[in-house]
């Protein structure tokens, strides 16, 4: 498909995520926040008052109709269009593999290379492995929900998936020993022809496995674990990452 097909398909994903929640409402603000669009932006686009969209995503008015919905998700591709399509273009690299919407919890492609370092340091990284990749470049990041990638998604779908971050962070959310996400990075470059993420970084990591170490230091890929308190809070912490640029 081309882009213009890839962006229908995810704007009919959006909508009939959010149509068929039993909260549409939250729906609605889980993708604004993901698109990193304000009330205030979505209720100017829409000629509608900002108390109009708080109103719909805290559940003070009914359930949205479905030409509403399709509105508020066109301007959020519409206003990420305006920007660069950060968020649209990331969404679209997992389009083609059927990846659902709750394994990738936030996902973002930078306008321009950031070093590593500036990643880590936001997230309250410790570093596990490979700290003199700390200044190499990255040009975005893939947060994945571990626990629903294994539940959903295929063996093909994995591999897709896990090597999909060439040059840039790879963030696993609800790992224990980070074995299983190492391991599935270093079978995707065998599937995927040596393609691997820039960096690693696994939150609510119990204890590191020796193996995760291994693959990391003999794969040269930066690893580290997020010290943020639970997911909410790194989703949260992920979305305000404000990248500088490498001069």
């Known amino acids: 498909m081309d882009y213009g097909d890839l962006k229908m398909s995810l704007c009919r994903m959006i909508a009939g995520e959010i149509t068929l929640s039993e909260d549409p409402g939250?729906?609605?603000?889980?993708?604004?926040?993901?698109?990193?669009?304000?009330?205030?932006?979505?209720?100017?686009?829409?000629?509608?008052?900002?108390?109009v969209i708080s109103d719909y995503e805290s559940g003070r008015r009914l359930s949205p109709r479905i030409d509403t919905v399709q509105k508020f998700v066109r301007c959020l591709v519409e206003l990420d269009e305006t920007r660069g399509g950060t968020v649209i273009n990331g969404f679209l690299r997992m389009m083609g593999n059927d990846v659902p919407s709750d394994v990738i919890?936030?996902?973002?492609?930078?306008?321009?290379?950031?070093?590593?370092?500036?990643?880590?340091?936001?997230?309250?990284?410790?570093?596990?492995?490979?700290?003199?990749?700390?200044?190499?470049?990255?040009?975005?990041?893939?947060?994945?929900d571990v626990v629903n990638a294994i539940l959903k998604l295929s063996s093909e779908q994995l591999l897709l998936l896990y090597g999909a971050t060439p040059q840039r962070a790879a963030v696993f959310a609800n790992v224990t020993s980070g074995r299983s996400s190492m391991v599935a990075i270093k079978t995707s470059q065998i599937a995927l022809s040596n393609v691997k993420p820039a960096a690693v970084i696994l939150h609510g990591l119990k204890k590191l496995d020796p193996l995760a170490l291994k693959i990391a230091e003999?794969?040269?890929?930066?690893?580290?674990?997020?010290?943020?308190?639970?997911?909410?809070?790194?989703?949260?912490?992920?979305?305000?990452?404000?990248?500088?640029?490498?001069?």
């Not at 993901?34 to 108390?51: D, I, M, N, W, Y």
């Not at 880590?120 to 990749?133: G, P, Q, S």
Request: aromatic fraction near 8%; charge should be neutral.
């Open 105 to 144: 919890l936030d996902i973002k492609e930078f306008s321009y290379p950031v070093k590593a370092e500036a990643l880590c340091t936001h997230l309250k990284c410790e570093i596990l492995a490979n700290e003199d990749l700390l200044d190499q470049p990255i040009y975005g990041y893939t947060a994945i």
């Open 26 to 51: 939250m729906s609605m603000k889980m993708w604004r926040e993901r698109f990193q669009v304000s009330q205030k932006e979505v209720a100017t686009a829409l000629g509608v008052s900002p108390s």
């Open 218 to 247: 003999s794969e040269r890929i930066l690893l580290a674990t997020s010290t943020i308190k639970d997911v909410k809070n790194l989703v949260k912490a992920l979305r305000e990452f404000m990248p500088h640029q490498i001069i």
